[in-house]
C-alpha cells in the first residue's frame, strides 16, 4: 500500500508577518505630521533651509518636488515640470523651488533640482559646487565642463543660505539592483563631499508601486514588503547611507486627486529631511563653513 504523496510547500510569502518599520496611517498622524512642517520656523530669523535632490535620469526627483507641493498645498500641484520618459535629463538648469505659504509667505525651506547623474548629465564637480552655494539660480548644467569661477554664475560669496542643509539622493526601486557602476561611484563621491561638509544625507526610494505588486494593491504594505526591504538595504550599502535615512515614497504620477497613504509616506520622508536640515543649520559653522577649494 503505497504511502500518500506529500503536497508541495506553500511558496514563501513575499509580506512579512509584521511591518519590520512602524508608520502611523491614521489621519490624527497624518495631520500632526503636516502641521509640524508647516510650524517649522529656524531657530535664526530669515536663515532658508536648502534641500538638494540629484539621482539618475528619471528617478522621480521633480515628481517628489510637486509631491510635496501636493500635500502642502492640499490639492494637486505641477511647479516642477516632470518628462513622462527617462530619455536624457529634462532638468538642465539649476533650479530653486520655493513654496508658498500665504499671500506674501514661504515656507522657510527650498528644494533644488539638477540635472541628473549620467554619462551626459549633470558634472559630479557642479554638485559640489552646489553644496557649498557657489552655483547661482538658472546656471545651466553643461555635461561637458564644470562651472568656472570666471562664469557669471559662479556665486563667489555664498550666504548661509545659499548653501545646501540636507543631500537628497533619489533612486527608484526597481533599478537599484541595476544601477551603472558609474552612477554609483558618482553618488557615493557627492556624499563623500557631504560629509566633509557635514550636510546629512538622505535616500529616497521611489516607484515603490511599480516595483513590487504587493504595495501597488495596498501601499501599507511598504514596510512589510520584503523586497523593499531588500532594495533598501541593496542601496544602502551601494551608496553609504544608513537605512534609518532611507524613505520609500509613491510619488503623485497619475493621480489626480490626493490618496492619504501617500501622503504619509511623503510627509514622513519630508519630516525626517526638516529635522535632519535643521540639526545642520543648529550645528552652525561645522554644517555651513566653507572648506577650502
Not at 85 to 113: A, E, H, L, W
Request: one cysteine or more; glycine letters at 6%; hydrophobic letters at 35%.
Amino acid at each position: 500500500m503505497g504511502g500518500r504523496s506529500s503536497s508541495p510547500d506553500p511558496p514563501p510569502s513575499p509580506l512579512f508577518s509584521e511591518p519590520w518599520r512602524t508608520i502611523n496611517w491614521e489621519d490624527k498622524q497624518r495631520q500632526s505630521d503636516l502641521q509640524h512642517v508647516k510650524d517649522y520656523k529656524p531657530q535664526t530669523v530669515g536663515q532658508q533651509l536648502r534641500i538638494l535632490l540629484h539621482g539618475p535620469v528619471g528617478a522621480g526627483k521633480s515628481s517628489f518636488i510637486n509631491s510635496v507641493l501636493s500635500v502642502l498645498h492640499g490639492r494637486m500641484y505641477r511647479q516642477a515640470l516632470v518628462e513622462n520618459n527617462s530619455r536624457g535629463c529634462f532638468t538642465k538648469k539649476y533650479t530653486t523651488y520655493k513654496i508658498q505659504k500665504g499671500p506674501q509667505t514661504f515656507y522657510p525651506f527650498v528644494f533644488n533640482d539638477i540635472m541628473g547623474l549620467a554619462k551626459e548629465g549633470v558634472p559630479v564637480d557642479d554638485v559640489k559646487l552646489a553644496l557649498k552655494g557657489h552655483v547661482k539660480e538658472d546656471y545651466a548644467f553643461n555635461p561637458e565642463s564644470t562651472l568656472s569661477v570666471d562664469n557669471p554664475f559662479y556665486n563667489n560669496h555664498p550666504t548661509a543660505n545659499d548653501k545646501v542643509h540636507v543631500l537628497v539622493c533619489v533612486v527608484p526601486a526597481n533599478t537599484v539592483a541595476n544601477m551603472k557602476q558609474e552612477t554609483v561611484d558618482k553618488i557615493r563621491n557627492i556624499r563623500m563631499e557631504a560629509s566633509k561638509l557635514s550636510i546629512p544625507q538622505v535616500g529616497i526610494l521611489t516607484k515603490i508601486d511599480e516595483a513590487c505588486p504587493e504595495i501597488k494593491n495596498d501601499l501599507r504594505n511598504v514596510y512589510k514588503a520584503k523586497y523593499i526591504k531588500n532594495k533598501m538595504e541593496q542601496f544602502s550599502v551601494n551608496v553609504g547611507i544608513p537605512m534609518n535615512c532611507i524613505f520609500p515614497v509613491k510619488n503623485y504620477h497619475e493621480e489626480i486627486n490626493l490618496n492619504n497613504n501617500i501622503d504619509s509616506l511623503i510627509l514622513s520622508a519630508l519630516t525626517n529631511i526638516i529635522n535632519l536640515g535643521d540639526d545642520c543649520i543648529n550645528m552652525g559653522s561645522s554644517c555651513t563653513s566653507e572648506d577650502s577649494d
